[in-house]
Each structure stands twice: as C-alpha cells, then as structure tokens.
C-alpha cells in the first residue's frame, strides 16, 4: 500500500475512537455496510459507528503478564482435557465391555482389559466418541458467531468465563452418566454436548487470540501465538502420562476428578485477567435509548453482513478453507491415538498415556528451539538469498508451506507403521509441523483491522470445528474398515489425514500475503484493484 499520511492517521483515529454516524441519524443506517476491514483505507461504517460506540482498545502496559497468564490458563485447561482422555476412554470401554459380554456395568467387577480388544467393542467405542465429538461440534457451530458477536459488544473476558464454565459442565455430564451406567445407557454421553450452548472450544480459541491481538505487536504476534498453541499441544501430550502413572496406582476414576478440579481452577483464573477491549457505555446507552425495534435488527443483519465480508480477500477465503481440513490432524494425536495405539499394538491404555508425552516434548523441542531459530535465521541478510523472506509476513507464509509439507510424511509414516518405534519416529517427524496452526492465524490477522479480529478468528475456530463434524466419524470409519480389512490396513485412518495434510499444502501455495506500506506503488494500485474487483 502507498505511505501513510497524516490524514490517514486521522481517519484511523476517528473510526476506532469516534462515532462515524451522529446518533440522530438513525434513517442513514444503510443497508449493506461497506467492509471495514480493509487495511490502509478509510473504514466505512461498521456496527460500532453504525451504534455511535466508541471503540478503545487497551494495551496494558505489561503485556507480558496478560501472555503469561493466558500460557499458565491454557496449560490448565488443555492439561484437564488431556487428563480425562486415558480415564474417560477405559471407562466407557469398560461399561460397553460389560454389555458386550451381558453384565451389568458398574455392580460387576472392572473386565480385564485385554477381553476389551474385540473389534466389536473398539467400534462402538469409536463411534460412541466420534458422535460426541461431532455433537460438540456442530452445537459449537450454531452458536460461535453469535458469542463472538457478543464479545465485541461487551468484552473478550465475560465470554471467554461463560464458555469456559460450559465446558465445566459438560465434563460434570459426562461424569455423572458413566458413574450411573448401571441406570443410564452410554450413548446418554451425547447430552453432554448441550453444554457447548455456551460456546465451547471456537468461541474459547477466538477470545484467547483476540485477547492477545490486542495486546501483542505484529512483529510477534506469530511467535506469541505459537507458545499459545505449544502451550495447549504440551499439556494435551504430556498430562496423558501423569493421567496413565495415576491409573496405575488409582483406577481411573480419582483421574477423571483431578481432570475436573483442574478445568475449575482454569475458569477461576480468568478472573485475573483484564478486559482488553472495551466501548464507551454511556454512548450505548444513549443509542439504545433513541434505537427502535427495527433499527435493532437492521444493525444486527449489518454486522452479520460486516463479519461475512472479510472473505471477499482470497487469501483469507483460502486460508479459510485450509480451516476446514484442520481438525483431522489435531484428533489423530490425541483420544484417538490412545485407542489406536491400544489396539493396534496391543498395549495397554494406561500405558499409551508415554507415548503421547514423547510427542509432547518433541513439540516442545520445535517450538521453543528449532522455530524460533529457523524464524530468526530465514529473514537475515546473511542467509543465502534462496532461504532468505523479505519480512516477517512472508516469513509466516513459507513456514506454513513447510509444516503442511512435513505433515504429509509423518502422518504417512503413521499409517505405515509396522510397529511400536516407528511409529513414535512418525510423530517426531510429524511435530516438527506442530507450528502450522499459529502461522496460519498470522498470516489472516494481518489481512484484517483489530475490531475485526474477534469475528475473524471466530470464523476461523468455527470452520475448524466443522472440521471436526466429519472428522472424528471419518476415523472411526476408517478405523472400523482397517479392522475389517486386516493387516496393515489398520492403519488407514492415518493415510487419510496425509491426504489432508496433502491439501492443505496445495491451498496454501496459493495464499498471499497482504501489502505493506514498503512496498511500490504499482503493488498497491493491484491490490486495491483486486479489493475493488471484488466489491
């Protein structure tokens, strides 16, 4: 884009500080809002100036204690999801075992493990946890925008402690229907899903990211974003084995109540952490008082068309599109890797917990050492020109070509496996991939303003959980094929998600990054022609 001028400065300063629209000009609302997204343009009206609101975005001060605070919450809760894994997989094995074998689950005595390994029963456990996940997901779905919406009305904090106390809830559900399987059929597991009415996990990721958008600069925003998401990936891999040496000494019950405790302490944390956007109330209130009923829902249908326009850019409709092949790659490391592993191997599942915690510290290794090193290197002019980006940006984009590439091999390498070891050399191969998610989300937010970002990473999170509709019940398919097949092709599952892995790469190739202010004019004038073609 040209250089910025003094009264591009004051155009920004008037959108994200000052009403664009007087409140008295209600009748001026129009009725399809010009996208505000646009990087180095004057932003049209959007919701906010639409609702005369002021826009404040708080940067603290110390905005590495708000990092180091999301870091401590996120290892919380990614540990308690990861805790209940192992527990929460031999129980349900070990009531649908029971009624395999025509016993009463919970009166009669645990069944031996080793009876459990039919292929009848790994089936519908399969199935029984891939309709949960998908259940999950598309409740996710119906109610992401909305959530995010609301969080760009009042605030990322509230939303992100409502979405947070769901998932509380959802895991006392579970609990209570295996504690009563002796009265309760498994498959009332699935009414666990309702309590993702309060969000669940897309509505979480797009707090956390928004969140910390507004308090990171650019320039490390990639790097920030990684911890976070190594953070969440160490405590999903590593938890397993603390969860699989408590079942050695305790059963798997006293796990699935620390997993609980655990998801508490997280959602009570969040109360440490400030609000990090915020809007003028007193001009809220007195828009809502001038406001019809009508003019209530033309805003909404405008912000619903606002937050739909940021896909006009191509980049970000095929960064979008890599969101929807996400997933697969995310479950194949974790539940269903412990059942995998437990069947195909034969080892037990308290035992598979291990092997999860040397995929863990494997990414710890990449993100924390070999990322931060690749990243710092491939932007120095010292590095050979055929290694070297111009900027971080493109930094961003040719990582991300990589990890989808690195992907490809180690989830092959996954279902090829003929034992135990290489199949852990898979997935050492494989994490060093494990900084695609956080690239990806780099390279989309710089496309978009920061009062946009809430509603983009929404987007985002809510196309990865459409993701995991078809995916966890396309493992388990696969899965139950591989079985019925036999031999090598039990490991079918895992060539399907480097088939995926495969598409991703190719999308990927074609993504762009947006225009900075150094580059020539004739680059800008083709940009600003591609958003007007677009229009």
């Known amino acids: 884009m040209s250089e910025g001028t003094d009264s591009d400065d004051e155009i920004a300063i008037a959108t994200e500080r000052t009403p664009l629209v007087r409140p008295a000009d209600i009748s001026e609302i129009p009725e399809t809002p010009t996208p505000a997204w646009k990087r180095g343009r004057s932003k049209s009206p959007t919701l906010a100036s639409i609702a005369s609101t002021s826009i404040s975005l708080s940067t603290?001060?110390?905005?590495?204690?708000?990092?180091?605070?999301?870091?401590?919450?996120?290892?919380?809760?990614?540990?308690?999801?990861?805790?209940?894994?192992?527990?929460?997989?031999?129980?349900?094995?070990?009531?649908?075992?029971?009624?395999?074998?025509?016993?009463?689950?919970?009166?009669?005595?645990?069944?031996?493990?080793?009876?459990?390994?039919?292929?009848?029963?790994?089936?519908?456990?399969?199935?029984?946890?891939?309709?949960?996940?998908?259940?999950?997901?598309?409740?996710?779905?119906?109610?992401?925008?909305f959530w995010a919406i609301v969080a760009d009305r009042i605030g990322r904090k509230p939303v992100y402690a409502t979405t947070s106390a769901g998932m509380v809830l959802s895991m006392l559900l579970t609990i209570g229907v295996a504690w009563f399987s002796d009265i309760l059929p498994p498959r009332l597991l699935w009414v666990s899903s309702l309590a993702h009415l309060f969000g669940g996990s897309p509505v979480m990721n797009a707090c956390i990211y928004s969140m910390l958008s507004d308090v990171v600069p650019e320039s490390t925003r990639s790097i920030t974003f990684m911890r976070i998401?190594?953070?969440?990936?160490?405590?999903?891999?590593?938890?397993?084995?603390?969860?699989?040496?408590?079942?050695?000494?305790?059963?798997?019950?006293?796990?699935?109540?620390?997993?609980?405790?655990?998801?508490?302490?997280?959602?009570?944390?969040?109360?440490?952490?400030?609000?990090?956007?915020?809007?003028?109330?007193?001009?809220?209130?007195?828009?809502?008082?001038?406001?019809?009923?009508?003019?209530?829902?033309?805003r909404g249908l405008n912000q619903l068309k606002d937050s739909l326009s940021i896909i006009r850019i191509r980049s970000i409709a095929l960064v979008l599109c890599i969101c929807l092949l996400t997933y697969p790659i995310l479950v194949c490391t974790l539940q269903f890797m412990v059942q995998f592993i437990s069947r195909r191997y034969r080892l037990p599942l308290e035992k598979t917990g291990y092997v999860q915690s040397i995929y863990g510290i494997a990414h710890m290794v990449v993100v924390l050492l070999i990322i931060p090193a690749v990243s710092f290197l491939i932007v120095q002019p010292a590095t050979p020109k055929w290694l070297r980006v111009a900027d971080e940006k493109r930094r961003d984009l040719v990582l991300v070509r990589w990890s989808y590439a690195i992907s490809v091999v180690g989830t092959f390498i996954l279902g090829i496996s003929p034992s135990l070891p290489v199949f852990v050399a898979g997935l050492l191969i494989m994490s060093l991939g494990s900084g695609s998610a956080s690239f990806i989300k780099s390279i989309a937010a710089s496309h978009v303003d920061a009062e946009h970002r809430s509603r983009l990473f929404t987007i985002m999170s809510l196309l990865d959980i459409v993701s995991n509709i078809y995916a966890m019940p396309a493992l388990a398919g696969l899965f139950t094929l591989g079985m019925r097949l036999g031999g090598e092709w039990i490991g079918l599952p895992y060539i399907g998600v480097s088939i995926t892995c495969l598409g991703m790469l190719a999308l990927s190739l074609f993504v762009q990054v947006p225009a900075s202010k150094n580059n020539d004019e004739e680059s800008s004038a083709e940009h600003e022609n591609l958003i007007d073609g677009q229009e």
């Not at 891939?130 to 598309?138: I, P, Q, S, T």
């Not at 050695?248 to 944390?269: D, E, Q, Y």
């Open 60 to 145: 603290p001060k110390k905005s590495g204690a708000v990092i180091g605070l999301f870091l401590l919450i996120v290892l919380t809760c990614s540990s308690a999801d990861a805790f209940k894994q192992i527990p929460m997989t031999r129980i349900f094995e070990d009531i649908l075992c029971h009624e395999y074998y025509g016993k009463t689950p919970g009166l009669d005595a645990p069944i031996d493990e080793a009876l459990c390994k039919v292929d009848a029963i790994q089936s519908n456990l399969a199935y029984l946890f891939a309709v949960l996940e998908a259940l999950n997901a598309g409740i996710s779905c119906l109610v992401a925008l």
């Open 229 to 298: 998401h190594m953070t969440s990936l160490v405590g999903n891999l590593i938890s397993p084995a603390l969860s699989s040496a408590m079942m050695s000494l305790t059963g798997p019950w006293p796990a699935m109540l620390v997993a609980l405790i655990m998801w508490t302490i997280a959602t009570a944390m969040i109360a440490l952490i400030p609000e990090t956007f915020h809007r003028d109330l007193h001009s809220d209130e007195t828009d809502s008082e001038a406001a019809t009923f009508k003019t209530r829902i033309l």
